[in-house]
């Protein structure tokens, strides 16, 4: 392992152990959009091209619309209409914050590097990790975001206290 992956290890420790560094930028819109401080929903990724290219794809100002207060980035011009068509096909569940996150009953900013479509819908987690736990076991995760996604929509990141995700009945 080179230094730089040692630094990289020790500061998502940091991370795993300080929920407030988590929640990412302080946002409260309808959907709990994660943006960065440009404003950029998914950190300016083509939330399309999930779909059609199974990949992140970096959008361009070029193309890019507001939708829920804040500005999605497309990779072209197509990927821009179809995404004007119908933005709850595209757009990420729970305002792409970490999927596992709101099971844990936190907003946590999705990283679109780590995603997953499960049934039609987008879904971003935090890191590798996380991802691979949310992906074990979606059904069970998805089931107690489901229920933890009203209750927390509209609250900011910081507002909230992650709890540990428990079964739904």
Known sequence: MNVRNI????????????????????????????????????????????????????????????????????SSLENMKRFKENPEKYAPRYGGYCAFGVAEGAKFDGDPYYWTIHEGKLYLNLNGDVYMTWNEKIPHYLDISEHNWPKIADKKPGELTPTKPRKIK
């Open 7 to 74: 630094f990289q290890t020790a500061v998502l420790s940091l991370l795993l152990l300080v929920p407030s560094a988590w929640a990412g930028p302080e946002t409260n819109t309808s959907l709990g959009v994660t943006i960065k401080g440009s404003g950029l929903a998914v950190h300016g990724y083509d939330v399309v091209a999930y779909f059609t290219e199974h990949r992140p794809v970096k959008g361009s100002s070029s193309y890019s619309m507001e939708y829920e207060d804040a500005t999605y980035r497309f």
